[in-house]
């Protein structure tokens, strides 16, 4: 979600110049796929990770809700 938020968010929200990333070249997930596409793979990684933890039951949630902000962020 780094690689989407660098692409989409602005400076002031970011904390750190937006667009670095394309600006020095640098390979991304979104010199790879598209916006849309980069956020659906974030998303089937969090369900992925999310059902490798559910064993732990209430064990996991802290890991859970790490794995949930990770994908929903805005900074």
């Known amino acids: 979600m780094d690689d989407v938020l660098d692409a989409e968010a602005d400076t002031a929200t970011l904390g750190k110049t937006a667009g670095k990333d394309a600006a020095q070249g640098k390979a991304t ?9 980069a956020r659906r793979y974030a998303t089937e990684l969090i369900d992925t990770a999310l059902d490798a933890i559910a064993p732990l039951g209430k064990g996991g949630s802290r890991l859970a809700d790490i794995a949930r902000f990770i994908v929903s962020r805005a900074y």
Request: avoid cysteine.
């Open 29 to 37: 997930y979104l010199t790879l796929m598209s916006t849309a596409e």
